[in-house]
RNA sequence: UGGGGUGUCGUCAAGUGGUAAGACACAGGAUUUUGGUUCCUGCAUUCGGAGGUUCGAAUCCUCCCACCCCAGCCA
């Protein structure tokens, strides 16, 4: 393999690990966390979270966890779980048989409350959820002692045990850690560490029907599992004096650090959980793994490799400020993969039928192709060349533009590993006046695409042919919103608004090149010319073959042409 | 107007008192049977702003400005 060695830059998270191990901090030892809630699926800032924590692991002869984070019954689901389960996998990494939920450690972790309440560190307060807000104060104004703060242990431990034995309804009591109703950090005024919800969990059944907290459990969790470095995003710096708290009055062996880093925004799409259920549930998008989500499902399905969004994630780096990645790093990092590994194939989207017109009728000719030029061993295939073809509609122009140099009338080009042709007719519909057919001549002396007189051809031009080639259909996408920072738009404006309504476009009656008759379904092509292609995992069959655009070649001409248009 | 954060190239991002890495993007050029790939070249006299300390500041100090997060019995 010629895989570039990229030496990932240094990031302030890995800067303190190491100097934690240099100092012999939990015995040199480190242990990190992926920790998900299983209330949607995994996305590309996932990704980011998932190989910092394992990657951290890794390079320091640590261990890496995957714990679902699973306190609120009301909305998680086990549909989650496995499909969280199975992304992670994908994307590369095995966390051996460390696979843990924080509902694992529910009894512990009420054991824990228990302590606390013993303590005098927290108390059974029974307002209801509106005078809580109440009584939390404001942003500049400090809140006030709930009237059953000063509740006695034994009240205290008679009612927690009594919430936990289903004596009260859904909000009549809560557990708040006794702090400071004063703090400028307003979770730090009283928070809550356990809510009555009498519902099922999806692990734990009936079992429970009072749960722990985020803030409660997560720490506890981390400790319970000896993590050594907790990550987190930035929206959680507030709750570390918070994760400390518990951590010091309950006076555990192993008290965590955490750190946080700000989550990834890509530019053209959205990644809040909130926002991909919406466009799931409002169906702007078929589904969690619509190839244009940004969801690990979705690039799987549009054709994004496990290597290639690790390789991203490490580019993109680790920091505190905020930030919006552009796409085209990505398409980079997909492109940069894929040009490596992925077999080329001719398949033309639009097809404009080409008669060769000195070219024997029923002669049909077998030439070869290279399946990689980057990789020889990759070898070559045999493509089956006849008098009647197929070009790409946008390969001809009847009046080419300045720099065009394709296919024009009087023009000679080569045909990829076949001939060079020469356009000498050209045929329209009477009805439209659209081009419906092209003549062509053919020069028997340059076959495999190459003259040995030395003549020059601008153009080369990818093709199948007629009678040869099967039928699919294409799915070509562009990015699914029209505006850079579709996230960053004030609640004024419906993120929706900029929805891109060409996002997906569908080609029928594409013809593309025999050999890929049997293509296995998520496997990668190279169309010559076009882009990197995957045959949709869902919906392609034997009958009709399904291509989903993974992401084009980079297009040179293209850009030309706008430049040019944009100067006239 | 409380608290917690963050400001270095168009976009990410190194840099931790010794004179601004790298990547993507962009612009040129070379090679090319993919207008692909690859390869060269260029791209921050300046680090949110203003003062100050110092022989020397993106790095230290002071003040100011901008942006993000927090008032779930969500995570």
Redesign the pocket.
Known sequence: MTATKFTP????IR?IIAEDVEAKKNNGRVHTRF?P?PNGYLHIGHAKSICLNFSLAAEFGGLCNVRF?D??PT?EDVEYVESIKSDVRWIGFDWGDRLFYTSDYFDQLYEYAVQLIKDGKAYVCS???DQ??EY?G???KPGKDSPYRPRSVEENLDLFERMRAGEFE??AH?LRAKIDMTS????MRD??IY???KVDHHRTGSKWCI?P???FS?CLSDSIEGITHSICT??????RPLYDWILDQLNVDCHPQQIEF?RLNL?YTVLSKRKLVQLVEQGDVSGWDDPRMPTISGMRRRGYTPESIRNFCE????????????M??L??CV??DL?KRAP?VMGVLRPLRVVIDNYPEDQVEELDAIN???DPSMGTRKVPFSQVLYIEREDFREDPPK????LAPGREV?L??AYYITCVGVVKDEQTGEVAELHCTYDPETR???SKDGRKVR??LHWVSAAHSLEAEVRLYDRLFEIANPDGEKDGADFKTYLNPNSLQVVTSCAIEPSLSHAEPGSVY?F??LGYFCVDSVDSSDKTLMFNRTVT?????A??EK?EQKQK
């Open positions: 830059p240094p990031n302030f800067n920790p809630e984070d306190t609120n909305k307002l209801s959820a809580i807000r939390r404001t942003l500049t859904d909000g809560v400028p950090n307003l979770n928070p809550t809510r009555i919800r749960y907290m985020y803030d997560h930035l929206e959680f710096e507030d709750n700000a530019s580019r993109i780096g680790v920091a505190k400020r905020d930030s919006i990645v552009d085209a790093l398409e980079y492109r940069e040009n080329r990689n030029p980057e720099k065009f140099f394709r080569r990829r590993y495999g695409g190459w153009g080369t190279q010559e010319r070649l980079r297009d040179s001409w850009k030309i430049k």
